[in-house]
């Protein structure tokens, strides 16, 4: 089993380059399962309908979120209804869509968990046990693997997380930070574990935005708008190869330039 897992994207320019680069690169890859975290896909906050449905056509089985999963309220019909789409399984008992679902690909059924986390980030319930609970819920579902983006701001948290479900889950990925980490390995147990994939939008950037206007904002403390950066992205993202029993035997980070 190939996943391969596309860091968020960001804006306009991200959506881009998903569809420039995506088709060519599962080509050549071959993955099983491609899955994204898509919070950022409009104009940097939310999902858009059009938006969704842009990444969906590029090529990608599941989308994942994290906390900007609500900017978009236009997006909240399609969150709760698509079982493509998957949002935190920490957050408030009650709000739309599901933190985690089974999807049947290449002969496998992967279970994918999305999970937020704390340190710096919106309140949300205690990811490490509500992993416990979805983890053993996803394997009496029936699933053989199981896939996890992580979306949190601490490294420490996310590397926690990796060790908390090492030998329980294929795979703990990081998003959030859009910066890319030099971290991938698989752990003692068996998981394949990277704390950030980064993200796919423009590098010549603040982490996606305008970088003019962010500077500004650091050097004066003023809340200066900070658009969505316009010019040439990157996709970035990484490839777990699982094996039979669930676990993962490689991992590769994934960086291609739009043309």
Do not use: Q
Not at 121 to 144: C, D, R, Y
Not at 199 to 211: A, C, P
Not at 237 to 249: I, Q, S
Request: hydrophobic share 40%; charged share 25%; net charge neutral.
């Amino acid at each position: 089993m190939r996943i391969l897992f596309i860091g968020d994207i960001v804006a306009e320019a991200g959506l881009r380059t998903l569809h420039a680069v995506l088709p060519t690169l599962k080509k050549r890859l071959a993955p099983d399962i491609t899955i994204a975290n898509g919070e950022n896909v409009s104009r940097g906050f939310g999902m858009a309908p059009p938006h969704i449905k842009g990444i969906f056509s590029a090529g990608v089985d599941v989308i994942t979120t994290g906390n900007h999963v609500w900017d978009k309220r236009e997006g909240f019909e399609v969150i709760g209804r698509d079982e493509r789409i998957l949002r935190p399984a920490n957050f408030a008992p009650g709000v739309p869509g599901r933190g985690w679902a089974l999807y049947d690909r290449g002969g496998w059924r992967v279970g994918v968990l999305n999970l937020a986390g704390r340190i710096f980030m919106n309140p949300a319930e205690n990811p490490f046990i509500i992993a416990e609970e979805a983890v053993e819920a996803l394997k009496s579902a029936g699933a053989k693997a199981i896939f996890v983006d992580f979306h949190a701001e601490a490294t420490s948290e996310k590397a926690a997380m990796g060790h908390h479900l090492d030998g329980r889950v294929a795979v703990v990925a990081g998003t959030h930070t859009h910066v890319p980490t030099a971290d991938g390995r698989v752990l003692p147990g068996g998981t394949g574990f990277i704390s950030d994939v980064g993200m796919t939008g423009v590098r010549d950037s603040v982490i996606g935005v305008e970088k003019v206007p962010s500077v500004k904002r650091f050097k004066t403390g003023m809340p200066y708008m900070t658009p969505s950066a316009e010019g040439k992205g990157t996709l970035m993202g990484a490839l777990f190869e699982v094996d039979e029993r669930g676990l993962c035997v490689n991992v590769a980070r994934v960086e291609e330039n739009e043309p």
